[in-house]
């Protein structure tokens, strides 16, 4: 139905006169009801990871937000800068923790280095990945880094804790209110969309420092925590992957959503999500 010569368009009126197809409202239903199983499922996730969140920023908070002592941001944290040009790497496919990405939908894409434009930061699951662009608006990532092509924005600060068995509680203190208030306090730019912290003054961020053994029991107590989130939202990705696959199949009729049995689905496939 396009046409031009040059450039083949469609105008509005064509597109409102085009015939779709569409499965009887019985089909639609059942459809719907299907396909809400994933969202409820995905729903149920994102709320569950969202009050574990807080209940590890609750027992930060309660434990170490007073009477502790502290130590400067550096004497526990590096912060690595280790680069890699997209166009030196064009045969890899690169996990890709980027600004968008964490607005989007809070996991990596994994896209051709070819395709990237922009030198990236290499990281690995050991990092701490908080962002200095706009830090009015918190983003703050934990990588699990599924592949050995893992690179984030530049717009990020990576830290890597000298003792990576306490990256847990090191997470937790630069996720709590007291290291975002810091950042607040010393970003650059003018008031609007471009403001940025600078990585080096966080160097002298004064980190909660208790003993090595609360340190340990804390990490006890988050880390399986942390990993629980890790695995929602890896499932939340394979459900929301499964559901988009799944719409057009049955809107079109190539499965047949009357022999679909929606008690096997909620028994068996999403039982262990």
Request: proline share 5%; with cysteine.
């Amino acid at each position: 139905m396009a046409n031009g010569a040059t450039v083949s368009h469609i105008n509005v009126a064509d597109i409102r006169n085009m015939p779709v197809q569409l499965p009887s409202r019985g089909e639609q239903s059942k459809v719907a009801e299907l396909l809400n199983v994933l969202d409820d499922k995905i729903d149920l996730n994102n709320r569950l990871n969202d009050y574990l969140l807080e209940l590890i920023s609750s027992v930060f908070a309660h434990r170490f937000s007073s009477n502790v002592n502290t130590t400067d941001l550096k004497n526990v944290l590096s912060i690595s800068t280790k680069a890699l040009k997209p166009q030196e790497h064009a045969s890899e496919i690169w996990e890709h923790y980027s600004i968008p990405a964490f607005d989007e939908k809070h996991r990596p894409i994994f896209e051709p280095a070819s395709e990237i434009k922009s030198n990236k930061y290499q990281i690995d699951n050991e990092c701490i990945l908080i962002s200095k662009l706009n830090p009015s608006t918190k983003r703050i990532w934990m990588p699990y880094c599924s592949s050995n092509n893992a690179v984030c924005s530049t717009e990020f600060i990576v830290y890597r804790p000298y003792l990576k068995e306490y990256k847990s509680f090191y997470y937790a203190a630069i996720d709590s209110p007291g290291f975002t208030n810091y950042l607040l306090e010393h970003v650059s730019g003018s008031t609007g969309s471009r403001q940025r912290a600078q990585p080096k003054d966080t160097l002298h961020y004064l980190m909660p420092n208790p003993s090595n053994e609360e340190i340990k029991n804390f990490c006890t107590f988050a880390d399986p925590i942390y990993r629980h989130v890790q695995i929602n939202e890896q499932q939340t990705a394979k459900l929301e992957l499964l559901r988009d696959t799944l719409l057009p199949k049955l809107m079109s009729g190539e499965i047949d959503v009357s022999k679909v049995d929606l008690t096997q689905l909620t028994n068996n496939h999403l039982a262990d999500c």
